[in-house]
C-alpha cells in the first residue's frame, strides 16, 4: 500500500477507535493480533463486496449477538406448509431478534434478493439466474389429486393420456408448479380441459374434494388429513425442490445463521466466513 510506519499506525488507531476494540498487542518491537484483532482478519479475508458493512458485521461476530432483524422473502407455498414450525422454533429460541416475513411470488423475491432488502429467500428452486446461490432442502413431487371413488383410484397405474379426459383444476400461471404442469404437457402434445385456476392449493385441494375435477399439486401442500386421493407422477414430472436463495457474496448474519441453522442444520456447513458457498442452479434436494 506504499504506507509509511507512521501512516499505518494512524490507520490502525482510526480503526481501533472505530470499532472501539484494541485489534494489536504491542511488546516493543514485537505485536500480534488480539482476539478481536482475529476476528476481524477473518471477516476482512474473504470480503470482497460490502465493505462498508464490514463494522456492524465485526461487532455482530465479536460479541456473538443473538438481537437484531431478520428479513426473508418467501412464497405462498412456502409461508404455509414449509415455515410455521420454523418460524415457531425460531422466534421461541431467539425471542429477541426481529424477523420480518414478507409474502411475495418467487419472482418478486428474486427482485427483493438482488435489491439486498431482504436477507434470503425461501422458495422454489427453479430458473434461479447464475449470479444467485441456491441451497435445496426440501424435495417434493407432483402428486394427481383425485376426489375419493374416483375412476382414475381404480386404475393400476395413471398416464398422462388417462388424465386428458377429465376436467383439471389448475394453479394460477402465477405459481412456479403452473410452469412445470405446462412444459410437460405441451411437451406431451396432450389437451386437456381446464375447468377453472385457482392461486391457492387450499381452494385447489377443496373443489377436487367437492367432485369438480382433478388436479395437478406440488407435494408440498399435502398434509394426509384430504379427503382426497394422490396418485404418484413422478414418472412425468420432475420433483420440486423448495431451499434458500441468497446473492452472492451476501454477508450471512448471526440472525440469518440461526434461522438458517433451523430448518436445515446441515446447511451451515455451506457457509464459509460468513459468505454464501451455496451451488447455484436447479439441483435436487436431498
Aim: overall charge negative; glycine content about 8%; proline content about 7%.
Amino acid at each position: 500500500m506504499s504506507l509509511s510506519q507512521p501512516s499505518a499506525s494512524l490507520l490502525i488507531q482510526a480503526l481501533e477507535n472505530e470499532l472501539a476494540s484494541q485489534l494489536f498487542d504491542r511488546h516493543g518491537p514485537k505485536i500480534r493480533l488480539t482476539k478481536a484483532g482475529t476476528i476481524l482478519l477473518e471477516l476482512a479475508q474473504p470480503l470482497l463486496e460490502g465493505f462498508d458493512s464490514l463494522p456492524d458485521e465485526f461487532h455482530e461476530h465479536c460479541h456473538n449477538l443473538v438481537t437484531g432483524k431478520l428479513v426473508v422473502a418467501a412464497g405462498g407455498s412456502a409461508i404455509s406448509y414449509l415455515l410455521p414450525d420454523i418460524v415457531k422454533r425460531f422466534t421461541h429460541q431467539y425471542p429477541d431478534i426481529h424477523l420480518k416475513l414478507i409474502n411475495v411470488p418467487g419472482k418478486q423475491g428474486l427482485t427483493l434478493v438482488y435489491s439486498g432488502e431482504v436477507d434470503f429467500a425461501v422458495g422454489p428452486i427453479l430458473g434461479i439466474p447464475a449470479d444467485i446461490y441456491s441451497l435445496p432442502l426440501f424435495s417434493f413431487e407432483l402428486t394427481l389429486i383425485t376426489p375419493l371413488g374416483h375412476p382414475l383410484t381404480r386404475m393400476d397405474k395413471v398416464t398422462l393420456d388417462d388424465i386428458e379426459p377429465y376436467s383439471l383444476i389448475m394453479p394460477s400461471p402465477t405459481m412456479s408448479t403452473r410452469t412445470v404442469i405446462d412444459g410437460v404437457l405441451q411437451q406431451k402434445n396432450l389437451k386437456y380441459r381446464m375447468l377453472m385456476e385457482a392461486g391457492d392449493w387450499e381452494v385447489i385441494k377443496k373443489y377436487v374434494e367437492m367432485g369438480l375435477g382433478i388436479a395437478i399439486v406440488s407435494g408440498i401442500c399435502l398434509t394426509g388429513k384430504e379427503k382426497i386421493t394422490g396418485i404418484s407422477l413422478a414418472d412425468y414430472f420432475p420433483a420440486r425442490s423448495y431451499g434458500i436463495i441468497l446473492r452472492r457474496s451476501k454477508f450471512i448474519s448471526p440472525a440469518a445463521r440461526h434461522f438458517i441453522e433451523i430448518i436445515g442444520p446441515h446447511a451451515l456447513s455451506s457457509l464459509t466466513d460468513g459468505k454464501a458457498s451455496f451451488q447455484s442452479g436447479p439441483n435436487p434436494a436431498h
